[in-house]
């Protein structure tokens, strides 16, 4: 479990959650946009609570450790989507072909 602080509010999740949060609101700054990102976390008060996050260049986000025990809320889904979202901006874009591939490519050997 983390503890994140958004604001003045500082709630806990899990710690693939938090991390993939502090990667995701990095990039959306880096690239001078913005997006929402809903978690569940643990508030101050012991309750699982769904928290919304807007992350801009603005976004002031805080992630530290913790020691606590408690069983993280579940974020898998929340995680796999941010991580889309990190995939689709980081990873390379095939450049498109000009035309037909020349015909010495067709009979190339395959690499071993």
């Given at each position: 479990?983390?503890?994140?602080?958004?604001?003045e509010?500082?709630l806990?999740?899990?710690?693939?959650?938090?991390?993939?949060?502090?990667?995701?609101?990095r990039?959306?700054?880096?690239?001078?946009?913005?997006?929402?990102?809903?978690?569940?976390?643990?508030?101050?008060?012991?309750?699982?609570?769904?928290?919304?996050?807007?992350?801009s260049?603005s976004?002031?986000?805080?992630?530290?450790?913790?020691?606590?025990?408690?069983e993280?809320?579940?974020?898998?889904?929340?995680?796999?989507?941010?991580q889309d979202?990190?995939?689709?901006?980081?990873?390379?874009?095939?450049a498109p072909?000009?035309?037909?591939?020349?015909?010495?490519d067709y009979?190339?050997p395959?690499?071993?």
């Amino acid at each position: 479990m983390k503890h994140v602080t958004y604001g003045e509010k500082s709630l806990l999740m899990g710690d693939a959650a938090a991390d993939t949060l502090l990667e995701y609101a990095r990039l959306v700054a880096d690239n001078q946009k913005a997006d929402t990102v809903t978690l569940q976390s643990v508030s101050p008060d012991g309750n699982i609570v769904e928290a919304s996050f807007l992350l801009s260049a603005s976004t002031v986000l805080i992630v530290e450790s913790t020691n606590s025990e408690m069983e993280p809320p579940d974020n898998a889904e929340a995680v796999a989507e941010m991580q889309d979202r990190i995939d689709a901006v980081t990873r390379p874009m095939a450049a498109p072909v000009d035309g037909p591939w020349p015909e010495e490519d067709y009979d190339a050997p395959m690499p071993r």
